[in-house]
């Protein structure tokens, strides 16, 4: 099977360009890429792009799928579909199910499941410790061997030292990727908001920003000791920045990402206890904010994410400091992202590189670039369409998205995994 794309702007955040293109693909895989544009080959269908951006798919570190055990929340059809509508081609998902995939057998469930279900790549990550509990590590190499990209707890820290510097130890030996979240699980504990003037005045419980700092100086520390690969999930903080370029000058195998959320939207948006807004970590001041776009902007955080966090309405129809965290994300991370293009706050080539080729060379994934041999994985989005976010019209289970109601800007037009349409808007 041969296709031509043509009419198109392609996007290349390896060479950070942005220019007219056109891309052969030949049995899913790009064949050909010809800056400027060409005649397609004898017998190849020719796909019109309509002058709109082609780029490599979304590469989403974070994703939950509720499978096994809160399937009502989504499901990994739920999922694929929402990820093809929202341009991810790869899903790089959690394990904070339950029961948590701590074992090859449950990983190898949930594996088969996902190549039924869903329309695109999943790439499962497995628990660090058994039952994500904290306490005695999983079989790091059998789970490696069933296929998980990389280990982690979540947002569960593992409290003791000791159990987290034998599971960096082991995974170093094995060259396995650890993820964690960098936070004080002490001063965190019961927190809803940041703590501040805000805070106060809407009398929920906080916390300080220096928990992410206090939780990432230990986890450096122990990268330092142990020569792990180690991936921060979630750098939300002004005072986290500091340690985390300090760790990377120092050589250390460490890199870091941030939620889409913490990118778009500061304290302030949670206003009059909406629990859509209640995320984990919570929502930072403006100043926050825009210290880690720019930290995004300069390459000091690699990877941006949708950690897409489905809930359904029983838990967050609640008083917000009962009311569970988390926000789904897959569908709207591209016209979020965007924002910060619009904001002129990075340009396309730099944010694409945060939102695709990065996690992919993180995670040794063949996606994320167009370049000759690579799966043909991509995205044809029009980065000016605007339109007003209804939330029903998700494809997720769950809907609890803190963009409902809000005007935004850039659709995707179409998404393909290895060559084959997987979402072609109306």
């Known amino acids: 099977m041969t296709q031509f794309f043509t009419n198109l702007r392609l996007l290349d955040p390896e060479a950070s360009t942005l220019e007219p293109a056109a ?36 590469v989403d570190i974070g994703v939950k799928v509720c499978e096994p055990g809160e399937r009502h929340k989504e499901s990994y059809r739920s999922a694929g579909l929402a990820a093809a509508a929202g341009g991810v081609t790869t899903m790089v998902t959690r394990p904070d199910t339950d029961p948590a995939i701590d074992s090859p057998e449950t ?22 410790t058994k039952g994500r509990d904290g306490r005695e590590m999983t079989e790091i190499g059998f789970l490696m061997d069933a296929g998980a990209a990389a280990f982690t707890d979540c ?28 936070q004080d699980p002490g001063l965190s504990k019961g927190a809803a908001v940041t703590s501040g003037k805000f805070a106060s005045l809407r009398g929920l419980p906080a916390v300080s920003p220096m928990a992410e700092r206090m939780g990432l100086d230990r986890d450096i520390a122990l990268i330092e000791m142990t020569g792990a690969r180690y991936h921060a999930d979630q750098i939300t903080t002004a005072r986290a920045l500091p340690a985390l370029e300090r760790a990377k000058r120092n050589g250390l195998d460490i890199t870091a990402g941030v939620g889409i959320h913490h990118l778009t939207l500061n304290a302030l948006d949670v206003a009059d206890y909406r629990t859509f807004f209640k995320v984990k970590p919570p929502l930072r001041d403006e100043e926050d904010r825009i210290a880690v776009v720019e930290a995004v902007a300069s390459g000091l955080i690699d990877i941006i994410c949708s950690m897409h966090t489905p809930q359904d309405e029983e838990s967050k129809r609640l008083p917000f400091e009962e009311a569970a965290s ?65 939330r029903a019209t998700l494809r997720s289970k769950s809907r609890n998205t803190p963009f409902d109601g809000m005007r935004m800007q850039g659709k995707v037009v179409a998404t393909y995994v290895a060559g084959s349409c997987v979402y072609e808007a109306n």
């Open 107 to 128: 990983l190898e469930f949930v594996t088969r499941r996902a190549n039924e279900a869903a329309p695109v790549n999943v790439v499962p990550m497995a628990a660090l």
């Open 326 to 390: 988390g926000a789904v994300g897959l569908e709207t991370l591209l016209p979020a992202a965007l924002r910060l293009v619009h904001a002129e706050m990075m340009d396309l080539p730099t944010l694409w590189r945060a939102l695709s080729l990065n996690p992919a060379k993180r995670l040794g994934l063949p996606g994320g670039r167009i370049a000759v041999g690579a799966p043909a994985d991509m995205v044809l989005f029009n980065p000016d369409a605007p339109f007003v976010l209804d």
């Open 155 to 182: 947002d569960r820290v593992v409290t003791d030292t000791k159990v987290f510097s034998r599971a960096l130890t082991y995974a170093r030996s094995l060259g396995a990727l650890v993820i964690a979240h960098p």
């Open 23 to 58: 891309v052969l693909v030949r049995d899913g895989v790009i064949a050909e890429v010809l800056v400027g544009g060409a005649t397609a080959p004898d017998g190849a269908e020719v796909i019109d792009c309509g002058g709109h951006i082609l780029a490599p798919g979304i």
